[in-house]
Nanobody, 124 residues
Framework: QVQLAESGGGLVQAGGSLRLSCAAS??????MGWFRQVPGKEREFVGG????????YYADYAEGRFTISKDNAKNTVYLQMNSLKPEDTVVYYC???????????????????WGQGTQVTVSS
């Protein structure tokens, strides 16, 4: 069991940058993912990092703009978001998967633990 807490959301102008943080309650070798969800719609994959941190994978809309990284000493995973667009306005969630395979998981059902979300708002 691990508890996750997102932070770093806020208001930013289109074209700007924001870095989200996901602090874990303990050291682990979980694969990590970031998802986002608009009210009334399905939670969708943003990007993920395998447990060893050697590989990442991103949704098409995030590729080239978003980057996932982690700091093992701080038990924290980051989502660096650049070139933000108004359509990026949504709640972002951090997730962890306990699956042992060292691959990036892209589907929400593949994740076991979730943070409570942090709001990102991008103005035009």
């Amino acid at each position: 069991q691990v508890q996750l807490a997102e932070s770093g959301g806020g208001l930013v102008q289109a074209g700007g940058s924001l870095r989200l943080s996901c602090a874990a309650s303990e050291h682990s070798t979980y694969g990590m993912g970031w998802f986002r969800q608009v009210p009334g719609k399905e939670r969708e994959f943003v990007g993920g990092l395998n447990w060893s941190g050697s590989r990442s994978y991103y949704a098409d809309y995030a590729e080239g703009r978003f980057t996932i990284s982690k700091d093992n000493a701080k038990n924290t995973v980051y989502l660096q978001m650049n070139s933000l667009k108004p359509e990026d306005t949504v709640v972002y969630y951090c997730a962890a998967t306990r699956w042992a395979a060292d691959v990036v998981r892209t589907r929400k059902y593949e994740y076991d633990y979730w943070g409570q979300g942090t709001q990102v708002t991008v103005s035009s």
